[in-house]
């Protein structure tokens, strides 16, 4: 590299945007991911070994696809190529293939090509590629946010391995918000730049997961904001509000605001409200709560305040958990919601937790009662000399499949735990309890 190669390389590294710049050179700079890149990891290995077979990057935006390829071209002892399937068309590919090639031939070196958005190339442009993968012509590297089981053809991801990157942590995204404010050589530090601690909390919360995000903020925010008396860049939670377009909501998530919106929300689902359940669930998720923290307190509510009056609503809120674990954010937003007003329009009746408390009760203060005899298991031999099983009477031989008989232990054998209300699918428990009991 002569003197102008380096001027320009310098030229276009300080004009690049911040989250270009700042990206991880090698593997042990990259935050996040260590369920794929810890370093007992097979992606770890194969990188820092340069034995890297064809894989697939899957994961929302800002999560670290296209900084893992750039450490990995960093890393390779083979050739480096970049495509990006929204510009890129078939001769494109063509060159590439041709190149990779010849590199082979003349110096053995494989060539390592990265497809950028790799869901966006049509099934012919996708099945070009694959002959080439299949003889090692050229290792593929794919990045892609929507699923690859849907959008990369069948035969790519047979040849492939599949690594799903996660969005990632409000501390990773902390990290990385203190390394583009400090680092002097490819982020913000030249600036002489300082940010609040409130600031991090704040930018880190509502990047919800995408770094880029994040970074973008802070780079707006250094560049447009004027230094103090001392010449200090001051980024401050106005100044980061601004550059995220978004309104700092009073809530700390470890302190007592998250607890008193996560009591409102769940107040407003017992008492019926939805107007209130779905506000306080927008307030939450404004402020970067966790997704999963908010479906495990619905589905807390769907038992504990509806229980029987409308067993369907724990199936729904259970079905919004694991929905919103594989779409994320913002589309998790509706399935929450959906599932909180189901919770809030549904008859209530809390028979359900009271019935469980009182049991749970009996069953800690009183350690003398046994399972009647004529429960007691029967299948073996001699079960009937120890009177165990005999005199039990079998449901389905009687009237209504119902036949009156002790099941509770002596002692406490005319306790009732269970108490149907007269709300929802409960009145229909009671109706049915007393039509097989002939009451």
């Known amino acids: 590299m002569d003197l102008f190669d380096y001027a320009r390389t310098i030229k276009k590294d300080t004009e690049s945007p911040l989250a270009s710049r700042i990206r991880p050179k090698t593997l042990d700079e990259v935050v996040g991911q260590e369920h794929i890149i810890g370093k007992d990891k097979l992606l770890y290995r194969a990188i820092k070994a340069d034995k890297l077979s064809s894989v697939i990057f899957y994961g929302p935006p800002g999560t670290g696809k296209t900084t ?11 050739v480096f190529k970049q495509l990006n399937a929204t510009v890129a068309g078939k001769k494109d590919m063509q060159a590439v293939v041709s190149e990779a090639k010849d590199e082979f031939a003349i110096s053995s070196r494989r060539t390592i090509l990265f ?18 993968v299949e003889d ?44 583009a404010v400090t680092d002097e050589q490819y982020g913000m530090g030249v600036y002489n730049a300082a940010i609040d601690d409130e600031a991090v909390e704040f930018l880190a919360n509502i990047a919800n997961g995408d770094a880029r995000a994040a970074l973008n903020a802070i780079e707006l925010g250094v560049l447009t904001t004027s230094p103090d008396e001392n010449g200090v860049i001051n980024i401050t939670l106005e100044v980061a509000e601004q550059c995220i377009q978004k309104r700092a909501l009073q809530y700390d998530k470890d302190g007592d605001n998250h607890y008193d919106t996560i009591s409102a929300f769940i107040k407003s689902m017992r008492g019926s409200d939805p107007d209130a359940a779905v506000y306080y669930l927008a307030k939450m998720l404004y402020a970067g709560e966790s997704i999963e923290f908010i479906a495990r307190r619905i589905m807390i509510c769907a038992s504990e305040d509806v229980g029987m009056a409308n067993p369907n609503a724990l199936t729904v809120a259970t079905a919004a958990s694991d929905a919103v674990r594989q779409i994320g954010m913002p589309e998790a937003q509706i399935i929450l919601a959906h599932a909180a007003i ?28 046994r399972v009647p005899t004529h429960l007691q298991d029967a299948h073996y031999n001699g079960h009937d000399k120890l009177g165990h099983g005999v005199g039990y009477k079998y449901a389905h031989n009687y009237p209504n499949h119902y036949v009156e008989q002790q099941y509770l232990p002596d002692g406490i054998k005319d306790m009732t735990f269970y108490e149907p209300g007269d709300m929802g699918y409960e009145k229909n428990i009671k109706e049915y309890f007393n039509t097989i009991k002939n009451k």
């Open 342 to 369: 189901c919770v809030a329009t549904s008859p209530k009746s809390n028979a359900v937790v009271n019935s469980i408390g009182k049991a749970m009760e009996v069953v800690k203060t009183r350690t003398d009662l």
């Open 68 to 78: 893992l390829a750039k450490v990995i071209s960093n890393t390779t002892k083979g």
């Open 115 to 132: 497809i950028d958005e790799i869901h966006r190339f049509n099934k012919g442009q996708q099945d070009y590629l694959l002959p080439f």
């Open 136 to 179: 090692g012509t050229i290792i593929l590297i794919g990045a892609t946010t929507e699923n690859p089981y849907f959008e990369v053809n069948r035969a790519l991801i047979s040849r492939s391995i599949v690594f799903e990157l996660k969005p990632l942590s409000t501390e990773n995204i902390k990290t990385l918000i203190m390394r």
